[in-house]
């Protein structure tokens, strides 16, 4: 799709003010806003969106940020929600997911997404109501949502009940794990450092040697895409899904204007009042790894709702080991030593994962 961004006007952007406006972030009153002209006021309020939401905040919308425009313009009970392919999305389905955990209805984790599991979940509230168990979210079943919500406390039965399931235990022997090098040259190279070195390549190096480390202790290791070759965050999320791996690491490499910046970042699955238990703790294992073995700055482990975290049905974790833009760590990444290092790093995380180590800030 275009790209809208500080300098754009018309339509287009008169539409994205007005969302931005309906989320909160933009006072309508702001004069950028009577001209439809994408300025610094704009800019900043659709960065602000982005933070919150866990998507890149570099204040232009493409594809993944026009999608939480359109899902954040959805309020529950502005339409019916019931189970479509594809599946229906908004943050009218995410308030409902939040109500009904809160209520005691598992509906899965609250990634906006009305599945199969949040199905379910209503047909369990509406019979738990007297409502017509149709798994229809229409009018009837709004309102007992609403009304009930109001005398329970805000709270989320889904972490409970997914640690409940039983975390990993046992270790690597026999597991699936997909390892996702991202982006793809051509025609995505992701970021470039200083000297030319691009960031598919670096994941693709590192995938192959995390793999082998995997394989070796009896891990099947499946690869979301070959050498050169680009996939979409849809395309694979739906391979991850089909192919229902209990774990998948996707390996990227940070960027920033400053070439200043430097250290590992980890990213799991959080939202709202949810966050994954298992994204929790593999992500803090694969940041201790990371600092302890090869010494670079913590930039800490986060929750966010990226496309690839919130899309997938098994544990994700995205893992960005260095800066490619910071000269030194660029040249790090060049050197064999380091690679290894950073995938002897990811291995002992999910080794300690799948054995069932609570990372250190459950203990």
Known sequence: ?????????????????????????????????????????????????????GLIADGIVGQDTWRSLVEASRELGSRFLYLH???????????????????GFYSGKEDGIFDSQAA????????????????????????S???????????????????EKGLPSGGVDGRRVLIDPGHGYPPDPGEVGPSGLKES??????????????????????????????????ERSKLANAQAVELLLSIHLNGSVDANARGASSFFFSRGNYRSPYGFRLAHHVQDELVTRLGVPDCRAHGRAYPLLRETRMPVVIIEPAFITNPEEEALLQDDSFLNGVASAMFEAARKYFSGVPSRLEQ
Do not use: W
């Open 85 to 103: 392919e594809p599946p229906l999305r908004g943050d009218d389905v995410s308030e409902l997911q939040r109500r009904l955990n809160g209520l």
């Open 201 to 234: 390549e670096v994941a693709e190096r590192l995938a192959e040697l995390l793999g082998g480390q995997l394989v070796a202790a009896g891990a099947l290791v499946i690869y979301s895409r070959r050498r050169g070759e680009y996939l979409s965050e849809s």
């Open 120 to 143: 379910v979940a209503v047909e369990q509230f509406q019979r738990n109501c007297g409502i017509q168990a149709d798994g229809i979210v229409g009018v009837k079943t709004v309102d």
């Open 1 to 53: 799709m275009k790209l809208f961004r500080k300098g754009s006007s018309g339509r287009e952007v008169a539409d994205i003010q007005q969302r931005l406006s309906s989320a909160g972030f933009l006072d309508p009153s702001c004069p950028e806003v009577g001209e439809a002209m994408f300025g610094e006021v704009t800019e900043s309020a659709l960065k602000a969106f982005q933070q919150q939401r």
């Open 145 to 163: 949502l609403l009304r009930l919500s109001r005398v329970t406390r805000p709270t989320s039965v889904a972490p409970v009940h997914e640690s």
